[in-house]
T-cell receptor, first 114, second 113 residues
């Protein structure tokens, strides 16, 4: 149980385009979903917290207009990187919380912006 | 402010030797503590977690960790390391409103044959 999927697993895009990453909780309803970014050889940095049906809460320094988060249902959250640039290239990981003390992590999405 | 410190960036141990990875945290509320392992290009795998109760917790793959409130520590241990344990290990603390997680910077474990 408690499986979280991400799609796509890898994406390469041109600079200036937008990329959407999906995060789904497959066998539970996620009251809260989280988005993290991980640069090479670094730790996971929390970008934002999203609750179903409400606006996401962004961490300090994360541009909400650049990283659009939509949490349309209890099993789906999306992260859209708008007007992507090479410095946005990173590993993006989502997690989901079912109301308890634990987060269940997705396998990650490798974004490369050319 | 909430933070997690993993003082060792890299650790190299010989196969069969014991291992201890350090983790110290700063958290304003009751902490929920976690250890994750990550192989290159992969997501996180939960090794073990501590919420309350017995301060020595057992996890998967023969790992254990001990919560020491007085030292604000949650060190990960394994009595005998296997070559397949080579990976990056992250300590995390969560809890409070929205159950946000804060991760340490990670410790990369190398295992010598």
């Amino acid at each position: 149980g408690a499986v979280v999927s991400q799609h796509p697993s890898r994406v390469i895009c041109k600079s200036g385009t937008s990329v959407k990453i999906e995060c789904r909780s497959l066998d539970f309803q996620a009251t809260t979903m989280f988005w993290y970014r991980q640069f090479p050889k670094q730790s996971l940095m929390l970008m934002a917290t999203s609750n179903e049906g409400s606006k996401a809460t962004y961490e300090q320094g994360v541009e909400k207009d650049k990283f659009l988060i939509n949490h349309a249902s209890l099993t789906l959250s999306t992260l859209t990187v708008t007007s992507a640039h090479p410095e946005d290239s990173s590993f993006y990981i989502c997690s989901a919380n079912a109301g308890g003390n634990e987060q269940f992590f997705g396998p990650g999405t490798r974004l490369t912006v050319l | 402010a909430q933070s997690v410190t993993q003082p060792d960036i890299h650790i190299t141990v010989s196969e069969g030797a014991s291992l201890e990875l350090r983790c110290n945290y700063s958290y304003g509320a009751t902490p929920y503590l976690f250890w994750y392992v990550q192989s290159p290009g992969q997501g996180l795998q939960l090794l073990l977690k501590y919420f309350s109760g017995d301060t020595l917790v057992q996890g998967i793959k023969g790992f254990e960790a001990e919560f020491k409130r007085s030292q604000s520590s949650f060190n990960l241990r394994k009595p005998s390391v296997h070559w397949s344990d080579a990976a990056e290990y992250f300590c995390a603390v969560g809890g409070g409103n929205f159950n946000k997680f804060y991760f340490g910077s990670g410790t990369k474990l190398n295992v010598k044959p």
